[in-house]
């Protein structure tokens, strides 16, 4: 269930005072099916019910759901994966439900012809619920039928707020027009939650936690959590054209965030931009009976990234336990969790790019051209550190990376008047490649990515499947995978995967991983 709410309010209290507000409440109710979102196929009652054997049936003859443990001892018998009957996991409840209001107040004044202050607040509170209860007559796996009752209540909020301000100015004198605009926003972002997961429940009737008797994890499962983020900018523009024919843009931003160490919060973003429209030439006069406009523009920017999470360049504690001494006496503790790194800045985009417009037969046919070529500097990456340090990774600004590419548009009206028929086709190719991977230039791999020097970011990785295997003989004078398993089923037979041997040893493992390809598609259309 969803209701929603929308309130709008605008008052010119006098010619050169206007005022208003916008409100919103909205309210969603949602029964979520459980496990649904799981990545774990076997609990994934949307992949269960695909990959469910089905030889077997939904329901025993008493009516009762049918459980495939009570059939078989081990899925290898039938040679097929056995999963738990999805129509068990109609049983759990995981009910949701989200609250969220937004509000804004604004005002405008205005001083004179031209010049005009605005002021905005705006606010956005949300409040998510959840609600989880596992009965203990859901089947844990294939091969236990029950499962250990369980209920889990979390609860998130989220309270933005920012303001903006900022003082525009506007002026036409005969064929020049200029505009200039200056102002400044701030805004705060809050975070709290908390999570309450508990056991062992008397019975399935009630499912309120006070019923639960046992709590496995004191640290994990019973827990609050507290975060905030905020940002100041201040910006300003101004434009000029003359007869709409020549443009001049340029702007700057300075932004602080506190995601960022003591050192680095704060950063320039500069832009200009240019455009003439050659069409309103009189040496074009010849071409106006098919062409009627046709602008050439360019430009170049700088944006920042602070997309990562909060804290990121502080060393932080995480809250554990201490067995003192040789005695049994348990004591609460702190541990780091994360290693520092107050340098940590903001990461900047360099884009350049120039392109067209162009206009025929009045508008009814038009084509636009782009090429752009952006270069990345101090990317926001984490960094796998050596288990010596003590931890896993850190947050840095690492190496650079280029992008360039083309995007074509053609739009056709085709028919205009009572029936209006319009196309557009887009055609657009890019290619990146990273240029500088850190004073470290070893490849940088994760689970699927490989990143390195003159390639584009992220590579595919893994290991070359060849397809399945054809039959025995195939097995034998092939390599395979886990050939020092002790039982042939846990090794490569006849129909499983095949794979390339890069490494050349005759084993197939990790260590025949190698580039895929790329995720980036030659053209996009």
């Known amino acids: 269930d969803r209701f929603s709410f929308r309130s709008n309010f605008e008052a010119n209290v006098n010619p050169w005072l206007t005022v208003g ?69 109609l049983a759990i409840q995981d009910n949701r439900r989200t609250a969220r209001v937004t509000s804004k107040v604004y005002c405008d004044v205005k001083f004179f012809e031209g010049l005009l202050l605005r002021t905005a607040f705006h606010h956005d509170y949300r409040d998510r619920n959840r609600e989880y209860f596992l009965p203990s007559y859901v089947p844990a796996s294939p091969t236990n039928p029950t499962s250990r009752n369980r209920g889990i209540n979390e609860r998130s909020t989220r309270g933005l707020w920012d303001l903006q301000s900022f003082l525009n100015f ?13 102002g400044v926003s701030l805004e705060e972002t809050t975070y709290n939650s908390n999570y309450l997961n508990k056991y062992d429940y008397p019975h399935n009737l009630l499912t309120t936690l006070n019923q639960a008797t046992t709590v496995l994890n004191q640290q994990n499962d019973v827990r609050t959590n507290k975060s905030s983020e905020s940002m100041v900018g201040t910006f300003a523009r101004a434009s000029y054209n003359y007869k709409s024919k020549y443009y001049v843009t340029g702007s700057i931003r300075r932004d602080g965030s506190s995601k960022f160490g003591p050192e680095n919060r704060w950063a320039i973003f500069p832009s200009f931009s240019v455009a003439w429209r050659i069409s309103d030439e009189r040496f074009m006069s010849v071409f106006s009976s098919f062409l009627s406009d046709w602008k050439l523009r360019s430009g170049w920017g700088k944006i920042g990234n602070s997309g990562i999470s909060n804290y990121l360049y502080a060393s932080t504690l995480a809250a554990s336990s201490y067995l003192f001494d040789r ?3 348990i004591a609460p503790a702190y541990y780091n969790n994360k290693i520092s790194n107050d ?34 500097n101090d990317m926001l990456f984490s960094l796998p550190l050596p288990a010596t340090t003590g931890f896993s990774s850190v947050v840095s600004n690492l190496g650079s990376m280029k992008n360039r590419g083309f995007e074509y548009l ?40 490989y990143t390195t020097e003159g390639r584009p970011i992220a590579n595919l990785w893994g290991m070359l499947m060849l397809g399945p295997y054809r039959d025995w003989e195939d097995v034998k004078s092939s390599p395979i995978f886990n050939a020092s398993r002790p039982t042939a089923r846990q090794r490569s037979y006849p129909g499983s995967p095949k794979a390339a041997d890069v490494k050349g040893d005759g084993v197939l493992d990790a260590n025949d991983k190698t580039v895929l390809g790329t995720p980036t598609p030659d053209f996009i259309w």
């Open 21 to 89: 507000f916008n409100f919103a409440p909205m309210l969603d109710n949602t029964g979520v099916l459980a496990n649904s979102e799981s990545t774990n196929t076997e609990y994934n009652p949307l992949v269960a019910a695909a990959f469910h054997a089905p030889i077997f049936p939904t329901h025993n003859e008493d009516g009762s759901l049918f459980y495939t443990g009570q059939e078989l001892d081990s899925p290898w018998d039938w040679n097929v994966a056995f999963m738990v009957n999805p129509l068990h996991h």
């Open 410 to 449: 053609v739009n056709t009206r085709n028919l205009v008047g009572k029936f209006n028929w319009s196309t557009t086709a887009t055609l657009s190719y890019y290619r990146n490649y990273v240029t500088d991977i850190g004073n470290d230039k070893r490849p940088i791999i994760d689970n699927l990515g």
């Open 327 to 329: 005695g049994s006496e």
């Open 170 to 182: 506007s002026k036409s004198i005969r064929d020049h027009s200029i505009s200039a605009m200056a």
């Open 343 to 376: 340098q940590l800045g903001w990461e900047t985009t360099s884009d350049f790019g120039i392109g067209t417009d162009v206009g025929f037969f009045e508008g009814r046919v038009n084509l636009t051209v782009d090429y752009f070529d952006r270069t990345t």
